[in-house]
Each structure stands twice: as structure tokens, then as C-alpha cells.
């Protein structure tokens, strides 16, 4: 397996178990990876390139070391100008209009990726859904955005992420 920043972090471990500590290492936010719950679900569905963003951490120097703990020679300099998107620290001032708890369903060991999508469908001009959260959601930030809809992920101080999704 060649690792990149597209390389989902499941197929990662499954290949090489021996990376999940230099993973954690990374940031704090990484040891949800010992959850196997979130290791079930999330890890599957979360590439290299995702998780930085959600760790605040550069891509090019974590594939980098992954890459050198199994004999992998560094990424070209195509990936050099690969870029972590911010998340947020500010709430923005929307109108929330729906509401979706995640916790739940990702503690029972699901996945709330199709609830989000099927109630974003659902959304209209002006409205705006509030995702909690116990990480930031990456993946699911992502096809959202890719969809069209504005998407701001906000950390709060008590272990909560609160991620706003407006049409």
C-alpha cells in the first residue's frame, strides 16, 4: 500500500497496525482512533488528508512520517502545496433552524453520515442545520461543501463540536 493523503485511515491500519501510535501522537484528537466503535465507522469513511484537518496538523509532514516508518520514500513535490482547511473557532450568528445530536448515534456504533444527508435534502434557502458532535466531522463537512451548502465547524471548550450547515 502506497500511502498518500488520500489513503483512508482503516485501510491504513488494517495494512500497517503498527502506525496507530505515530497517528495519535499527532494530536489529541487522534485517540479516538482506541475507540473501536469510531474505528468501525468513522476510520473507514476518513482519509490522511481529512484527519489533518480535524487535528490541525500538516498533511505533507504526517504522510511524510508515516511513510518513512514503513520504508516509504517521502511525497513528490506535488503534495507540497497541500493545505489544512481551518475549522473555525467562532459561531457564526445563523438562524439554526434543525438541529441533529450525533453523539448518540456514534456512541450505539453507527455512522450519522446518511441522517445528515437525508435531512440537509431537506433543508431550504435560509435554513440551517446544527450538528453536535465529539470531533469535528471532516467527511462529512466535506461532501457537504462539495454539494454546495456553506459549512462551519466550530470546537467549543467542553468536548463539543458544533458544525453548521446552511442552504
Known sequence: MNITPDTKIADLLKEFPQLEATIIRYSPAFSAL??????????????????????????????????AEVGQSP????YAQIENSDINAEIPSY???????ARPVIDAGDHPKDAIFELAKTMKSGDCLEILTPFPPVPIADFLTN???????????N??????VKI
Open 34 to 67: 482506541k475507540n473501536p466503535v469510531l474505528r468501525r465507522t468513522v476510520a473507514k469513511v476518513t482519509s490522511l488528508q481529512q484527519a489533518a484537518k480535524v487535528g490541525n496538523v500538516s498533511i505533507v509532514e504526517m504522510v511524510d512520517t508515516l511513510r
Open 75 to 78: 511525497l513528490h513535490d506535488e
Open 95 to 101: 438562524r439554526v433552524t434543525h438541529h441533529y445530536d
Open 147 to 157: 454539494k454546495g451548502y456553506k459549512v462551519t465547524i466550530s470546537t467549543t471548550q
Open 159 to 164: 468536548g463539543v463540536v458544533k458544525t453548521y
